[in-house]
């Protein structure tokens, strides 16, 4: 009789544990989905920043073939980089 109990106890504690452990790694992998949808979106936000990088690289590049290397290309291709890139943004 007391092996009885005994197992009743053992297998109402381990259900408790393996309902808890489950509801655990549920948490978790809802948080890991969320990180994920993150690195994607930064990602995207990346991968968009890099083809405007590689368009302004490409004026550049197209200035310099047809007029020949003046600073002025290489002044504006800066202002493109760094000033004009939020108002870019904003137009998409």
Do not use: C, P, W
């Not at 990088?53 to 760094?82: A, N, T, Y």
């Amino acid at each position: 009789m007391s092996t009885l109990i005994h197992a009743d106890i053992f297998f109402a504690v381990t259900t408790v544990a393996v309902i808890v452990v489950t509801l655990l790694i549920a948490v978790l992998l809802i948080y890991l989905i969320m990180v994920l949808n993150r690195i994607k979106d930064i990602a995207e936000q990346f991968r968009e920043e890099a083809v405007l990088i590689r368009e302004d690289i490409h004026d550049l590049r197209d200035g310099v073939r047809h007029e020949g290397f003046k600073l002025k290309h290489l002044v504006s291709f800066g202002e493109r980089l760094f000033f004009k890139k939020k108002s870019r943004r904003k137009g998409k």
